[in-house]
């Protein structure tokens, strides 16, 4: 999916399915797919499109759209994070949250990033 995305350029799920035959007789999985990749950082949503009617009025769910991490951030911030070790990654992460959200405590904390 990444090297499809990389030749192709951000799309749309439906697109994304399409295009890789996540259909019903196809490939099973995506939703696994795309989490796992989202999760490491490899693919990140980047907008989301939504029906129109007639009006122009939008309605219903939106329809993600799908870019690897370095077309939407930039090779160079991308690359510099593989240069971080976990510890470092963590304690930046907890740092912004704590901008958000001053209130929690460190078990809070980490027990928000745990899920």
Not at 34 to 63: A, D
């Amino acid at each position: 999916m990444v090297d499809y995305l990389t030749g192709s350029g951000a799309m749309l799920t439906r697109d994304l399915k399409d295009g890789l035959n996540y259909k019903k007789d196809g490939n099973k999985g995506f939703e696994t797919v795309i989490t796992r990749l989202q999760m490491q950082t490899y693919v990140v949503p980047v907008n989301y499109e939504y029906s129109k009617r007639k009006n122009g009025n939008e309605y219903g769910w939106g329809n993600c759209q799908y870019d690897i991490a370095e077309n939407f951030w930039g090779d160079k911030l991308c690359r510099s994070a593989y240069k971080r070790s976990p510890e470092e990654s963590l304690n930046r992460i907890l740092k912004n949250i704590r901008k958000v959200l001053p209130k929690l405590d460190e078990d809070e904390l980490r027990s928000l990033l745990k899920g």
